[in-house]
Every structure is written in C-alpha cells, then in structure tokens.
C-alpha cells in the first residue's frame, strides 16, 4: 500500500478478534469431528452441556411480548426513565449506598467503560488497571489518544496485591492529579477473582488518603459485569454500601451490563451509574454520559430496557427470572467446581478462582500450549500471562477432564 487514507489516529494493525477467531476454528472442530470431541472454551457465554447457546426464557418471552413500537421507538437519549431506575434496583438490590447515584443507560457495559474512560481522563493520561484484564479497556483507551498502566493483580501469596496497587496508583495521580482506575470485581475476567469486602476497604483507604489533597481527582470505575452469576445470593453485592459517604473527590461508575446477567449479549443494553456524595456530582456525570450517549449512538435499544423494566417492576416475573438464573448460576458453579477440583488432583497451577466464567491458568507460552492444545481438540483462549479456560461454555464432564490434558501438554513443551 502506498498510500494511506485513514487519519493516522485511525491507522490500527490488520487484525481480526484473536477470541473470535478461535472460536471459529472450535465450530470448524465440531463440524468435523462431532461435539463429543472437542472442547470449545472460547466464548464467554453461557452455554448448555451440548455447547448451545443459553438464551433465558424469562428474557426472551418477555422480549417477544412487547409490543412493535415499544422495540421500534427510540429511547430517550439519556435512557427511560422508569430503566433508570429499574436498572439501579437490579444493580443494588438491597446494598444502596447511602450517597446520590445517576444513570445512564449504555449499549453494554462497554459503553459505561467508554464514557469513564472518556469523561474523566484527559487527552494524553493514562488509566490505571490490573494485569489480567479485559483486553478492550486498552482497545478503547487507544481509540481516544488514552495510555493504559498495570499493576500486578496478585502477590506471591496469590492474594490481592494491595501494594502494587497503592504504588502505581499513587505514582500515577501525583503525576496526572486524577485517575481512573477500573476494577473488574466480582468475578474478574479473565481469572474469576473477586475483591473480598475486606480488600475493598484497602483500595478505599488508599483512596480516601489520596483525597486528602483536594486537587485529587479520584475515580473508581468498578466493571460488574458478572455481578449476577457471583457468589451466593447477594452477598457479592453487599461492597456497594462502600461507596456511602465518600469524599467529594472520589467518584464512583458503575458499569452494568446486561449481556451475561439476561443473555442478552447482543441486545446492547446496561448502563452507567455514577455515585457521589454531591448531588451536583452526579448531575454533572448524567449531563456528561447524555452527551456522549448523542455523540457515540445516539441512544439505547428500546426494546432491551423495557425487558428490564418489566421484569423488576413485577414480583412474579421477578421471581420467575430469579429462579430461572440461579439455576444457570448453580451449573456454572459446579462446573468450576469441577475444573478448580480437577485442577488440584492434575497438580496444574491456576490462579485463585472465586466466581464467574472464567478461570485463568499462569504460564509464560500460553501461545504455543493453546496452539498445541488445538491439536487434541481443545480450544483456550492465550492470553498475556497464562490461558483463560470459559467454564461457562463447557459441560460440568468436560470441566472435570480438561485440566489433565492442559497439564500434559504444558509438560510435554517444558
Ligand atoms: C470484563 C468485562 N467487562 C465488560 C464487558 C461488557 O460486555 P457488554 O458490552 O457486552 O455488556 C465484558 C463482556 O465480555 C467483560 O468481560
């Protein structure tokens, strides 16, 4: 090519989605050698034993009861109001903080990582966020002219690396004076951890001492992605009450997402929710988001937030949705129970799985063991620093024999 007719912010490398891709070699593997043979942990997303797509009935037959205009309309662009507040109730439950809180609703929670990343940085700093991460959050960071820094998400005792954390997150806002950092609690994609109450208060502290100096500004994006599928009833929901009374210049955005909690991954809807001891706070965050909302798509899927809507606002459909996801919730335990169980009796070291889809196994040639292991059929996505295995997509049986096979090739490429 001789030329180039794209701008030279514009100008990316020639790649497709490597997770994507991957999971088109498994479908391939299927097709040819038949689902009993192959293991596909590409995709996160809920898959039944048979590696189909869960699609839950509550969502769907609610979806297909609603009238045409109320699919076809536009949405308001900041949302509907009555999901707004739908929305914070599914987010919440019974742990709100005692603060003032805001939303906007986004397509995915991609869109709420986006506005974060967008409204509360500018052009040139740098976020802050883990070393296992959401690869996207440093696709989106690219796009706007943003820098990503690391911090190391575990120390030597597998636990969460408080000090690594403080440090980077110091050194980084004495240099910008304000910060966004992402946690991606609970159930960390890609290695299923989630933040005890204990460590939040830690990374609250470090926060709280840092808002000392009011020329801080501090903000916490906290990605609950897989909020619905973690821990045992809402206890994984109970770190909310946190963000009561915090300092003015610590803000916090929640980014909600309902693709995994509704399977509803490709209707785009969640939202961003802001959360400020200053009622002018949040204002300023909701006319923020609006805004973007109207520069980046304008608004929402209609049809999408009047699922949740009416799903919240009846007690039986409630219900019916609750039982319905806790019982997805209960194979999917099971199903990391399996591979975590099955994990320790292979001797293959993984890191500390709590909740979710994901469980991530540390090694250094997560390429070459991930290209190896396509030979026998099994599809794990390489990351960085290790190989995320999707329970989500693989049979509670399956789950049980994978970690012998990846011991066994990571041994035989020693
Ligand atoms: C860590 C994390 N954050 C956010 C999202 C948001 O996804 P969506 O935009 O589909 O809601 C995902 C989905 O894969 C994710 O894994």
Not at 307 to 321: E, G
Request: charged share 25%.
């Amino acid at each position: 090519m001789t030329i180039n007719m794209v701008a030279d912010h514009a100008k990316w490398p020639k790649q497709n989605d490597a997770i994507f891709g991957l999971a088109a070699k498994a479908k391939e593997a299927i097709n040819k050698f038949g689902k009993d043979k192959v293991i596909d942990s590409t995709l996160g997303a809920l898959a039944d034993d048979e590696g189909n797509l869960i699609c839950m009935e509550t969502v769907y037959s609610e979806l297909k009861s609603l009238p045409n205009e109320e699919i076809a309309a536009y949405a308001q662009v900041a949302g509907q109001p009555d999901f707004l507040e739908a929305v914070q109730e599914a987010c919440f439950r019974e742990y709100r903080p005692d603060a003032f809180t805001r939303a906007v609703a986004t397509p995915g929670g991609t869109g709420s990582v986006k506005h974060a990343i967008t409204n509360y940085t500018n052009p040139g700093d740098s976020i802050l966020v883990c070393d296992w991460f959401w690869s996207p959050y440093v696709t989106i960071s690219e796009e706007i002219g943003r820098k990503v820094e690391f911090y190391t998400l575990f120390n030597e005792k597998n636990e969460f690396n408080i000090e690594s954390f403080k440090e980077n997150f110091e050194t980084l806002l004495k240099k910008q004076k304000r910060i966004v950092t992402i946690i991606n609690t609970p159930a960390n994609n890609p290695t299923g951890y989630s933040l005890s109450d204990k460590e939040w208060d830690m990374v609250l502290d470090i926060a709280k001492e840092n808002a000392k100096d009011s020329e801080n500004r501090i903000v916490i994006l906290v990605d609950v992605a897989y909020i619905d599928f973690a821990g045992v009833g809402q206890e994984r929901r109970k770190f909310f009450t946190k963000f009561s009374n915090l300092p003015e210049n610590i803000f916090i955005i929640i980014g909600y997402s309902m693709s995994k909690g509704y399977t509803m991954y490709g209707l785009r809807s969640g939202a961003a929710i802001g959360i400020s001891s200053s009622e002018d706070l949040v204002e300023e965050f909701y006319y923020s988001c609006m805004h973007s909302n109207r520069a980046n798509w304008s608004n929402g899927v209609r049809g999408a937030m009047s699922v949740m809507t009416h799903i919240a606002n009846d007690p039986v459909k409630l219900n019916a949705y609750e039982e319905e996801k806790n019982k997805y919730k209960q194979m999917l335990r099971e199903r990391a129970d399996a591979f975590v169980g099955a994990s320790k009796e292979a001797g293959l070291e993984i890191l500390p799985y709590r909740d979710g889809f994901f469980v991530s196994i540390p090694c250094d040639n997560a390429k070459e063991v991930s290209e190896e292991l396509i030979k026998e059929n099994m599809f794990v996505v390489p990351l960085k620093k290790g190989l995320r295995f999707a329970v989500c997509a693989v049979s509670e049986d399956k789950c049980k024999l994978s970690p012998t096979i990846i011991k066994r090739v990571m041994d035989s490429l020693k």
